[in-house]
C-alpha cells in the first residue's frame, strides 16, 4: 500500500494524542490501581484481593455497559460503576467506590513523560493551536502540559471514542478549522490512524516499536515516524 504524502501546507492546527504517544500509559495506570488497592485494602479487603482479577472486572464493566449504555465511552463512570459493583458482591461498602475511585484517577494523572515529550510540545505548540484527543481520562493539567494545549478533547466529553469520526470533528471544531486543515498525531494505528484519514484529517503515526502497518486497514498514514524528535524534524 502506497502512502499518501504529507502536505504540511494545509495543516493549521494539530490533534494529538496522549497514552503512549506522550507517555507509556500502562506503568501508569497500574501504579494507580496498586494505589486504590492499597487504600481499598484496609478498607474493603475482600474488594482490595478481587480488584486485581482481571476476569472479574471484565464480567462487571460488561455488565455496567450493558445495564447503563451511556457509560461505555465514559471510562471515570465506567470505572466506578464496576468498583461499586463489586463492592456489593463482596458485601462491602458500594460508598467506598467514590473515593476509592478518587485515589485512583490522581495517581493516574503522574505519567511519566517520554524524554522527547516536552521539547516536541514546545516546538509544536510554537507554531500551531494542538488539541489533545484521547480515549483515555487524563487531565493534561493535572499532569503539568496543559499551557501547550488550546483545548482536550476525549470521549467524556463528545459521546464518541477514536475511531470514530464524529469525536475528530469535535476536535477540529475546538481548534475552529476544517478536519482537513488537521494534522492528527498518534500511536494507534487503527485508532488514531485510519480514523483521523477517515474523518478526513492528515496523520503521523508514531511508532515507536518499530512495528507494521496493518495490512487489514483501508490507508496507509501520511507519514511515519520513530519519536517525537522524528516528528519534530520531519515538520520542519
Known amino acids: 500500500m502506497s ?9 493549521r492546527a494539530i ?8 507517555w507509556p500509559v500502562w506503568p501508569t495506570i497500574e501504579r494507580a490501581e496498586k494505589a486504590m488497592r492499597s487504600w481499598l ?34 471510562l471515570g463512570d465506567l470505572r466506578r460503576e464496576a468498583l ?22 490522581d495517581a493516574r494523572q503522574q505519567v511519566d513523560l517520554y524524554p522527547d515529550a516536552l521539547t516536541a510540545l514546545e516546538a509544536l ?5 494542538i488539541i489533545a484527543l484521547s480515549n483515555g481520562n487524563a487531565d493534561v493539567h493535572r499532569v503539568g502540559i496543559g499551557h501547550f494545549f488550546r483545548a482536550a478533547v476525549n470521549p467524556a466529553i463528545t459521546g464518541f471514542s477514536k475511531p470514530d469520526a464524529r469525536i ?3 476536535a477540529a471544531a475546538q481548534a475552529g478549522v476544517p478536519p482537513a486543515q488537521v494534522l492528527h498525531i498518534g500511536d494507534d494505528a487503527q485508532l488514531d490512524g485510519a480514523g483521523a484519514i477517515a474523518a478526513g ?9 518499530d512495528e507494521r502497518w496493518p495490512a487489514e486497514l483501508p490507508a496507509a498514514p501520511h507519514a511515519e515516524v520513530a519519536s517525537l524528535t522524528a516528528l519534530c524534524a520531519l515538520l520542519r
Open 3 to 11: 502512502a499518501p504524502t504529507l502536505d504540511m501546507g494545509r495543516v
Open 15 to 22: 490533534t494529538l494524542d496522549l497514552d503512549d504517544t506522550l
Open 41 to 74: 485494602s484496609h478498607r474493603a479487603p475482600v474488594t482490595a484481593r478481587l480488584s486485581g482479577d482481571a476476569q472479574i472486572q471484565r464480567r462487571l464493566r460488561d455488565a455496567a455497559v450493558a445495564d447503563h449504555p451511556a457509560i461505555a465511552h465514559h
Open 84 to 105: 461499586r459493583r463489586l463492592l456489593v458482591e463482596s458485601a462491602e461498602d458500594p460508598a467506598l467506590a467514590e473515593p476509592a475511585y478518587r485515589v485512583f484517577f
Open 125 to 129: 505548540s510554537a507554531r500551531f493551536p
Open 168 to 170: 475528530f470533528a469535535a
Open 201 to 209: 484529517m492528515q496523520t503521523v503515526w508514531i511508532n515507536r516499536g
